[in-house]
C-alpha cells in the first residue's frame, strides 16, 4: 500500500530533510512538501492539508500535487 509522508516546508522544529531518512525506510512512501506550512502542518495549513490527504486516499500514489 502507498503511504503519504506529509512535511511543512517553513517547519523550524524539523526541517524537512530530517524526514529525507522515512521515506528511504518505508516502502512506497511518497514525501510530500507543504511549502509554507508550519510545524503542526494539519493546523497551519488545515485546507491544504485535508485536499492533500483526501486525494492520496482516493488516488494513492497517483494523487495531484499541485493543489495551487
Not at 502507498?2 to 521515506?23: C, F, R, T, W
Not at 508550519?38 to 494523487?63: M, N, Q, T
Request: aromatic share 8%.
Amino acid at each position: 500500500l502507498p503511504d503519504a509522508l506529509p512535511i511543512s516546508g517553513a517547519d523550524q522544529m524539523i526541517p524537512e530533510e530530517a524526514m529525507k531518512p522515512y521515506q528511504e525506510l518505508i516502502p512506497h512512501c511518497t514525501r510530500i512538501i507543504v511549502y509554507g506550512a508550519a510545524h503542526e502542518l494539519p493546523i497551519s495549513a488545515a485546507p491544504i492539508w485535508c485536499k492533500l490527504i483526501a486525494d492520496f486516499v482516493d488516488r494513492g500514489e497517483y494523487f495531484v500535487v499541485n493543489m495551487g
